[in-house]
């Protein structure tokens, strides 16, 4: 199993960049893929998710944070095997490492239920 982050990178506040999680080795059907982010000195937080098609409640809905709400968004490509997180309106605060993680938990459980990671995507907004 393999989870690849790529698209990071660096921009002036009000930019966008789309964030990419390639994904190996499972069937997304069946798992819940979340992107987390962790600024430096700071805990790792969760940033966006997206449901897996099967054994769900809510197959294929997403969350999202409040302090990204509207700016950010989540999707997936089955076929590619991809999830993308398209961050638009970026502000110096989202300056932080961006991981992609999968579950076969839900969206709403816990990050020690994501126990599969990718090696993260390192974001720098700054002007």
């Known amino acids: 199993v393999q989870l690849q982050a790529s698209g990071g990178g660096s921009v002036q506040p009000g930019g966008s960049l789309r964030l990419s999680c390639e994904i190996s080795?499972?069937?997304?059907?069946?798992?819940?893929i979340a992107w987390y982010h962790q600024a430096p000195g700071k805990e790792r937080v969760g940033v966006s998710c997206?449901?897996?098609?099967?054994?769900?409640?809510?197959?294929?809905?997403?969350t999202v944070a409040d302090s990204v709400k509207g700016r950010f968004t989540v999707s997936i490509d089955n076929a590619k095997k991809t999830v993308y997180l398209q961050m638009n309106g970026l502000k110096p605060e989202d300056t932080a490492v961006y991981y992609c993680?999968?579950?076969?938990?839900?969206?709403?459980?816990?990050?020690?239920?994501?126990?599969?990671w990718g090696q993260g995507t390192l974001v720098t907004v700054s002007s």
């Open positions: 993680a999968a579950s076969l938990a839900s969206c709403i459980s816990p990050m020690s239920s994501f126990g599969l």
């Open positions: 997206i449901s897996g098609s099967d054994g769900s409640a809510y197959p294929g809905s997403t």
């Open positions: 080795g499972l069937s997304l059907r069946h798992y819940a």
